[in-house]
């Protein structure tokens, strides 16, 4: 597809939505965590969630699936993603360089991809190995 | 070796994101992606009575509590907009890769509202770590 045709896409300016809006999370989230502790940020954070959350229900008209291996995954996510969350505060309340801790972190898929090999028995691409290497480079760079 | 103290944090990030990572794999095999994150905030609250604070919320400025919860609101916002950009007919192998660059965002921006810089050295290291979340994403 074309630039042009790629920009009159709705998938392409929800792509841009998302991208702004995570930029601003970290963003915000640094910018408050000079002050709040990241656990009490943690505590807070997922109150800041129901303006989404609510109407996402609603629109839904209050039914959910109710597949229990599908809801303890879910939840499991929850769970895990309000401890990185939680440390991710904690790493920028340390004074470090925000676009670096932002840029490490980001780096999540390496850990996402390593899992899937080991136990979903899954196979690498040569994208991914290339992505792996970069990866390795990164940080051994912010280790010096 | 010296280790910046930032670095522990960041690895408990790495480590707890890429599990959700794979779980949200698991996870949206049995439900839809819009359930899988309505329950992800529902695990959120659950952790609520270990995060309870030591004092009063409202001790701290109205300014960075705002922040706090505009911080979050984007945050799932961002979700949201992932899940709909998937909706909209675009490919995963795309939109997952594209929406991984959001660390390019506060790079830009650091020096205005943060006002941090960074060394070059840095600089060469942030372009490799998107380049792999990029490659990894794929």
């Given at each position: 597809?074309?630039?042009?045709?790629?920009l009159k896409t709705k998938w392409f300016w929800y792509s841009v939505l998302c991208i702004?809006?995570?930029?601003?999370?970290?963003?915000?989230?640094?910018?408050?965590?000079?002050?709040?502790?990241?656990?009490?940020?943690?505590?807070?954070?997922?109150?800041?969630?129901?303006?989404?959350?609510?109407?996402?229900?609603?629109?839904?008209?209050?039914?959910?699936?109710?597949?229990?291996?599908?809801?303890?995954?879910?939840?499991?996510?929850?769970?895990?993603?309000?401890?990185?969350?939680?440390?991710?505060?904690?790493?920028?309340?340390?004074?470090?360089?925000?676009?670096?801790?932002?840029?490490?972190?980001?780096?999540?898929?390496?850990?996402?991809?390593?899992?899937?090999?080991?136990?979903?028995?899954?196979?690498?691409?040569?994208?991914?190995?290339?992505?792996?290497?970069?990866?390795?480079?990164?940080?051994?760079?912010?280790?010096? | 070796?010296?280790?910046?103290?930032?670095?522990?944090?960041?690895?408990?990030?790495?480590?707890?994101?890429?599990?959700?990572?794979?779980?949200?794999?698991?996870?949206?095999?049995?439900?839809?992606?819009?359930?899988?994150?309505?329950?992800?905030?529902?695990?959120?609250?659950?952790?609520?009575?270990?995060?309870?604070?030591?004092?009063?919320?409202?001790?701290?400025?109205?300014?960075?509590?705002?922040?706090?919860?505009?911080?979050?609101?984007?945050?799932?916002?961002?979700?949201?907009?992932?899940?709909?950009?998937?909706?909209?007919?675009?490919?995963?192998?795309?939109?997952?890769?594209?929406?991984?660059?959001?660390?390019?965002?506060?790079?830009?921006?650091?020096?205005?509202?943060?006002?941090?810089?960074?060394?070059?050295?840095q600089g060469v290291g942030v372009l490799c770590a998107l380049v792999a979340v990029c490659?990894?994403?794929?």
């Open positions: 597809m074309s630039v042009k045709g790629t702004i809006s995570w930029g601003g999370w970290t963003i915000f989230g640094k910018l408050a965590s000079n002050e709040i502790p990241a656990s009490t940020m943690q505590f807070l954070f997922p109150f800041g969630c129901l303006p989404v959350v609510v109407p996402l229900i609603v629109s839904r008209h209050f039914r959910l699936e109710r597949n229990a291996k599908g809801i303890s995954y879910g939840i499991g996510n929850g769970v895990l993603a309000g401890i990185g969350s939680f440390a991710l505060f904690a790493a920028y309340r340390t004074g470090g360089n925000t676009a670096v801790i932002t840029t490490v972190t980001a780096l999540y898929p390496l850990i996402t991809v390593v899992l899937a090999l080991l136990l979903l028995r899954e196979r690498l691409t040569l994208l991914q190995v290339l992505g792996l290497a970069f990866a390795v480079a990164a940080f051994a760079i912010f280790s010096l | 070796m010296h280790m910046a103290s930032w670095f522990l944090p960041a690895v408990v990030v790495l480590l707890t994101w890429g599990i959700v990572g794979l779980f949200q794999k698991l996870s949206t095999n049995y439900l839809s992606a819009e359930s899988a994150l309505i329950w992800l905030v529902v695990g959120y609250f659950l952790l609520l009575p270990w995060l309870y604070p030591s004092k009063s919320v409202f001790e701290y400025s109205t300014r960075n509590l705002l922040l706090t919860m505009l911080s979050a609101g984007l945050n799932t916002l961002g979700a949201w907009a992932l899940l709909a950009a998937m909706k909209s007919g675009g490919k995963a192998s795309i939109i997952v890769p594209l929406t991984a660059l959001y660390p390019v965002v506060v790079v830009l921006l650091g020096p205005l509202v943060l006002k941090e810089t960074i060394t070059r050295l490659l990894l994403s794929s």
